[in-house]
């Protein structure tokens, strides 16, 4: 099939799509786009392993909700009028969405305009379908799911992949749970159903891998998806956060098939736990769902080629050894005359002697090699054999899917992380829902959530300090690289995704009868309700840090502990201002020394000079004879001896440079002063010291002094800014002003919130 163009992926004017300046839902169109349709499974399972729904009378599962007592009539006042709010906002929200951004993914409350980051297929309208029905809006449910007709799952005009995880839990976990509300098979609503089933058909292909481990991000398109894959590193919530709409799906419609497809994640889930993770009872963040041991690949691969390098040398000593009953005569092996060495050729081969030892022979001799031909791999490539890798054994006997097999495993490099935030969430959340879904008839996930506790118990639960000493918990996140007993980096988070960890404990709590888990789930919640109390706008951040504190039982606020975890760095601080306050110190000392300096000097220039001595030559009496050579100072100064005559003043023998490094330049009078007497004076005159002033120990008026002896002025630095640093209590006053970070918090990572 050829490759369609480009333009051909996305619609302009897609099905069901309305102008965004139109509030009502355009008709649909049809179009040429590329669709998906049901392809060939390269995997598929036989139908006799098929995994079944449990069967039996479900287990009497105990009471969950609270029984309150009667409602007074000002509780059921205030009750009503709350609800009243919320619903209120429910219609001002679901109206805009309507008017801006129908049969679209999301609504840009602030443009006005509309996303579409999961396939284009409506997502605020699926999702928000059992909300509507639960708050009374039974028109605007009525419109909506009338609306859900018109979607069409074989086709995106935005993405080519399927987010596999976003599109479970939003469209068909929210298509189910509108079937379930509005009242199932007598609600009138089957279009709910029938959609959810379309929807698993396209999934279903997400399983079709040799270990029936999902791909997380599925290319629907024909051309891909008839092609067969292999599943590879995984989040764990994206894995594990299936169970519940496929199970819900395989109970309405009585396909095995959709609970099967769940069922082979949750027993690989179980097996990792049951083998044990460097945190036993909870998964690292990334596994590799290859369902290959690509480290025990590797060791059989290099056991293939010792063997076949074991097999070659064997077959060349079987070359080399002589026939049974061989006797070679005496002139075989003497008196052999002996070839003269050739010379002057560079090519050489390797060769092997009778005694079974390598010499180097010239490869240009034409013998026959003392070696065999090598054993040449007669195998043909085929799929998935590249050739540089000789497989030991034909395409006939071994598949090119086939590997040395491995459950899950931790995926990635260096550090693995754990926690009960984003990436990881779900897949706890799911086990004890899980369970209930199927009336208590798999005690697996019974199993798992109570692995699942213990283990949250005792690496992730601590309790932060804040104001009030309020009693209260979150979740760590913690890393390692695979001895957490030494090697564990922990940090003390807050992000708003752990928050359902309080409603996890809870219900477990309830239904596993497990009453001190209810305690630990009232101090999970109540951090969250903390969080959302000290934020400004009453909306925690996605994610913050806290200190923690050193006790579960005991933990007073202390401002001078959180202010040194708000600036780790406060010794390193107050130790620079120390430092800048004794270069001012010195600072004032200089000035000091320098201003006595110049006191000593104009006491210098006020006093008289000292009487000029006359100066007496001693041989003024002696008589020079006339034959007597004249004074050296007599003698007349030129700039350079004068060359004899016939000679050049640059001789060819002589090197110009030199002649330039041992003479000043002819531009120059000697008798002006050198270069550097001349750049001196400039130097002098750029800085206002007189010469003459300096050399008599005066100085100018305008020239200021640094420094030196007495009777010399030195010339003027310019100073070098030295601002004071922040001290530690100024630094962390800045920070809460500007950052505006409330009492508790360390830092706030994420400011963001996001609906979803």
């Given at each position: ?52 729904l449990p069967t039996g009378k479900p287990k009497d599962i105990p009471r969950i909700q609270y029984k309150f007592e009667p409602e007074t009539t000002a ?352 897949t706890y959340e799911y086990f004890p829902k899980e369970y209930l879904m199927l009336g208590g008839l798999e005690p697996k996930y019974k199993t798992m ?264 002025i030195p010339v003027y630095e310019e100073e070098i800014p030295d601002p004071k640093p922040k001290s530690h209590k100024e630094y962390v006053k800045i ?22």
């Open positions: 099939m050829p490759i369609p163009a480009e333009d051909e992926f996305h619609a302009k004017k897609p099905p069901g799509r309305p102008n965004a300046d139109n509030a009502e839902s355009s008709a649909s169109t049809t179009t040429s786009q590329i669709h998906w349709h049901k392809v060939k499974e390269h995997f598929p399972v036989p139908t006799d392993k098929i995994i079944p509780v059921k006042e205030k009750r009503e009028r709350r609800l009243a709010q919320i619903k209120a906002e429910m219609v001002r929200s679901w109206g805009g969405y309507r008017k801006y951004a129908w049969m679209h993914d999301e609504l840009s409350p602030v443009s006005a305009r509309y996303r579409d980051p999961f396939c284009g297929w409506a997502a605020t309208l699926v999702d928000g379908l059992d909300t509507l029905w639960i708050m009374g809006m039974k028109e605007e449910f009525d419109e909506a799911a009338k609306a859900v007709k018109d979607i069409d799952f074989t086709f995106s005009p935005t993405r080519r992949d399927i987010p596999v995880f976003e599109t479970i839990i939003r469209y068909l976990g929210g298509l189910l749970a509108a079937y379930d509300v509005s009242g199932g098979k007598k609600g009138g609503y089957d279009v709910l159903l029938d959609k959810a089933v379309e929807l698993a058909e396209i999934l279903m292909g997400v399983f079709d891998t040799p270990n029936r481990m999902p791909i997380l991000y599925y290319n629907w398109q024909p051309q891909y998806a008839s092609q067969p894959h292999r599943a590879g590193n995984v989040g764990v919530a994206e894995l594990g956060s299936m169970t519940m709409e496929f199970t819900r799906l395989a109970q309405l419609t009585g396909e095995n098939k959709y609970y099967d497809a769940i069922a082979r994640i949750t027993d690989a889930l179980e097996d990792l736990q049951k083998r044990g993770t460097t945190l036993n009872g909870i998964f690292p963040e990334q596994l590799d769902a290859s369902g290959c041991n690509r480290t025990a690949e590797a060791i059989r691969y290099q056991e293939e080629q010792a063997a076949a390098a074991a097999a070659s040398a064997a077959a060349v000593a079987a070359h080399k050894k002589e026939p049974e009953g061989h006797k070679p005569a005496v002139d075989e092996k003497r008196d052999e005359p002996v070839a003269p060495r050739e010379t002057g050729l560079s090519k050489r081969a390797v060769g092997v002697t009778e005694d079974g030892e390598s010499v180097v022979k010239n490869a240009n001799v034409d013998k026959e090699e003392a070696f065999p031909k090598p054993i040449v791999n007669e195998q043909p490539l085929y799929p998935g054999n590249s050739g540089r890798r000789p497989s030991p054994t034909s395409p006939e006997e071994k598949s090119e899917w086939e590997c040395i097999p491995q459950g899950l495993a931790p995926g990635g490099w260096g550090y693995e992380q754990y926690s009960m935030g984003g990436s990881q969430d779900s959530h109570e692995k699942t506790v213990a283990a949250v118990k005792k690496w992730l639960l601590y309790r932060p300090m804040v104001p009030k000493e309020r009693d209260i918990l979150f979740s760590a996140k913690v890393s390692t690289a695979g001895d957490p007993e030494y090697d564990a980096r922990v940090e003390y988070e807050v992000t708003h995704l752990t928050c359902f960890i309080g409603g996890m404990f809870g219900l477990g709590s309830k239904i596993f009868d497990r009453p001190e888990d209810l305690e630990i789930a009232k101090k999970l919640t109540d951090g969250c309700v903390w969080a959302y109390e000290s934020m400004p706008s009453g909306i925690m951040p996605e994610g913050a840090s806290v200190v923690p504190c050193a006790s579960l039982e005991s933990c007073p606020w202390n401002e001078t502990l959180w202010w040194e975890h708000l600036d780790p760095s406060a010794a390193w601080r107050d130790a620079q201002v120390k430092e800048w306050e004794e270069r001012q110190k010195e600072k004032k000392n200089e000035e000091l020394r320098r201003a006595a300096a110049v006191d000593r000097l104009s006491v210098d220039k006020a006093m008289p000079p000292p009487a000029e001595e006359k100066k007496v030559d001693p041989l003024a009496d002696v008589k020079v004879p006339k034959d007597q050579p004249k004074k050296v100072n007599d003698v007349k100064k030129t700039e350079w001896p004068a060359p004899e005559p016939g000679l050049n003043k640059s001789p060819s023998n002589v090197d110009e440079h030199l002649l330039k490094k041992r003479a000043p330049p002819a531009s120059e009078d000697p008798r002006k002063g050198t270069t550097e007497e001349k750049a001196s004076n400039s130097l002098k005159d750029k800085l206002n010291i007189n010469s003459d002033a300096s050399d008599s120990g005066t100085v100018s008026n305008d020239a200021p002094v640094s420094g030196g002896i007495v009777g010399t920070m809460l002003d500007e950052e505006k970070i409330p009492p508790g918090f360390v830092n706030i990572n994420s400011r963001r919130y996001i609906l979803r």
